[in-house]
T-cell receptor, first 114, second 112 residues
Framework: EDQVTQSPEALRLQEGESSSLNCSYT??????LFWYRQDPGKGPEFLFT???AGEEKEKERLKATLTKKESFLHITAPKPEDSATYLC???????????????FGKGTKLSVKP | DVKVTQSSRYLVKRTGEKVFLECVQD?????MFWYRQDPGLGLRLIYF???????EKGDIPEGYSVSREKKERFSLILESASTNQTSMYLC???????????FGPGTRLLVL
């Protein structure tokens, strides 16, 4: 069973059509949740870190929120240049040597058509 | 700005070859990580290092080793490349464990 699940796997939007991506997690003892953007053939680019339920972060058309078991990445009036794969990762208390390591979801591939 | 560089963007190797992937960071970060990324499997941690000459196994260390002789440099070694090691390899760095990880551009390795 995946510890971090992202949905949907793929999302196609028209330019200007707002939507949300979901990241749910089953680990206990969350220490942080990270959102990244990844363009094809490139490394992930850091977007946000959230540490506690109720926290929100914004950057341009993106807003990330966190509850006790999930996070949302809201995209307001997206543009074609927002097309990318969005990854979330959780940092948890873990056990033994895994403490301090990230667990990644498989990502949501976003396509924004003009 | 954190800068993480990887020695090659694309690499083609033959089965059985020894392969070196190098990662260099310029931010004086203590922690460095090697991941591989495969379609449908996401990012999986191979090895990490929290200090010079220190290394820890991640989730999938089999077939790999690492070297960290200097703080800024973390190398991933495929002792004898196999076709199932064809993948995108990503290096990341973080100031402290549990803090934001910053990624390099990735190396796409093809093993024939």
């Amino acid at each position: 069973e995946d510890q971090v699940t992202q949905s949907p796997e793929a999302l196609r939007l028209q330019e200007g059509e707002s939507s949300s991506l979901n990241c749910s997690y089953t680990v206990s003892g969350l220490r942080g949740l990270f959102w990244y953007r990844q363009d094809p053939g490139k490394g992930p680019e850091f977007l946000f870190t959230l540490y506690s339920a109720g926290e929100e972060k914004e950057k341009e058309r993106l807003k990330a929120t966190l509850t006790k078991k999930e996070s949302f990445l809201h995209i307001t009036a997206p543009k074609p240049e927002d097309s990318a794969t969005y990854l979330c990762a959780v940092l948890w208390l873990g056990y033994g040597g895994s403490q301090g390591n990230l667990i990644f979801g498989k990502g949501t591939k976003l396509s924004v058509k003009p | 700005d954190v800068k993480v560089t990887q020695s090659s963007r694309y690499l083609v190797k033959r089965t059985g070859e020894k392969v070196f992937l190098e990662c260099v960071q310029d931010m004086d970060h203590e922690n460095m990580f090697w991941y591989r990324q495969d379609p449908g499997l996401g990012l999986r941690l191979i090895y990490f290092s929290y200090d010079v000459k220190m290394k820890e196994k991640g989730d999938i260390p089999e077939g790999y080793s690492v070297s960290r002789e200097k703080k800024e440099r973390f190398s991933l070694i495929l002792e004898s490349a196999s076709t199932n090691q064809t993948s995108m390899y990503l290096c990341a760095t973080a100031r402290d464990r549990g803090e934001t990880q910053y990624f390099g551009p990735g190396t796409r390795l093809l093993v024939l």
